[in-house]
């Protein structure tokens, strides 16, 4: 497994291990254990543990692993504690679900993750006709500490990160939202020479910073929208996103777990194509509602210019000038809408000239269904901007 893979994979475990022992609850424990089991196999997951021990209200589980279809080498877990384990509606409800620290070192990465904690962890009955029965839901999670150190030096921390959930209430969405206390990053150690030169030219060899995202889901009409998804980087800027989109429904969820499972289960190197056929069928399915891309500058923008001009002998202020100028035939060569090019080449313009913010909506008139995106993609790419209602401002709060 790769070092990217392994990072991902783990973090993946503890997110998941967290939402799937809580069943374990049960009063029989071999037979939820082996529900447990058939749910996070639909799932492409596999779950395993050496011995469990407890009552009805408060257990442990010991020696858990946690194997994932795509990565099939098993991710030792350890002891897992489940607390204040009630009935409610046929399923079960779990007080709180605490995770083991963990320290794990692989071709030269070490993984510290402490502090894993979940509350209010929900199991919905085996029988029930709930669409979220199957879904596994929590109040409120946490970890204080997640960090990355590669032989020894640590290049990345984020500290404090904590998510909340509220339940589904009547006509009302499912709301949550994500925060941190911060996170850091030491690039000082970035091997590509261009990197590397530009890093130091820009000041960046250790950046800081933190991120918050928020959101709603109502699971009736399968509406998501993610208000806000900001990355803030001390001293550089704020990168944030927006979206909104319909058809995200727990049918639509079921049958994207079943397709990955299908694409997880091919052997290496089979031909995937009709499985890719089908994604993009199912994503069909979706119904886009709108989306923003917004950068707000705390310095970045001008370090940007004067690093790329001092290259090319010239001021910031002049590769500025120079980049106003080129924005109208650049952006004609992929947008045909000169009402639009007049829009993109002011906002660039306003930027650039004292830099802000600057945010690329679309909010088309209608929802616009994603089969008719892809189709609007490959017969004429060049009016998909009008069809989704883009604009682009600048300096505007």
Known sequence: MTRHGFLKTLFITTALISGSVHAAGAQDINAVGERLKQVLDAQGMKIDWASASGDASEMVLDGVT??????????????????NITEEDGGYKIGSVTLPDYNVTEDGATIDLKGVEMQGLKLGATNSTDP????????SADVANFSVAMEGKEVFGLKGMHAEMTPLAEGKPMEFKVSSDGFSA?????????AKAAIDALGYQT??????????????????????????????????????LSGYTPAFLKSLQELQKKMADQPA?????????????????????????????????????????????????????????????????????????????????????????????????QPVPFALLAAGAMASPQDLPKTLGVTVTANED
């Open 66 to 83: 946690l194997s994932i279809a795509s990565a099939p080498d098993k991710l030792p877990v350890g002891k897992v504690t489940l607390s």
């Open 132 to 139: 979220l029965a199957n879904l596994l839901l929590y109040e």
């Open 186 to 194: 030491d690039l000082s150690s970035v091997k590509d020479p261009q």
């Open 207 to 244: 950046i800081s910073g933190n991120l918050e995202m928020e959101g709603s889901w109502q699971p009736s009409d399968g509406r998501m929208n993610i208000s806000q998804y900001d990355i803030t980087v001390d001293n550089a800027g704020t990168f944030g996103m927006t979206f909104d």
């Open 269 to 365: 190197g089979a031909d995937n194509s009709a499985q890719g056929m089908a994604m993009l069928g199912l994503m069909q399915q979706l119904t886009f509602n709108g989306a923003s891309i917004r950068f707000d500058d705390d310095s970045l923008t001008n370090k940007v210019l004067d690093f790329v001009g001092k290259q090319q002998g010239i001021s910031g202020a002049d590769l500025a000038n120079q980049v106003k100028g080129l924005t109208p035939i650049m952006v004609a060569q992929v947008i045909k809408d000169q009402e639009l090019i007049k829009n993109v080449s002011e906002a660039v313009s306003t930027f650039l000239s004292e830099p802000k913010s600057l945010e690329i909506n679309a909010q088309p008139a």
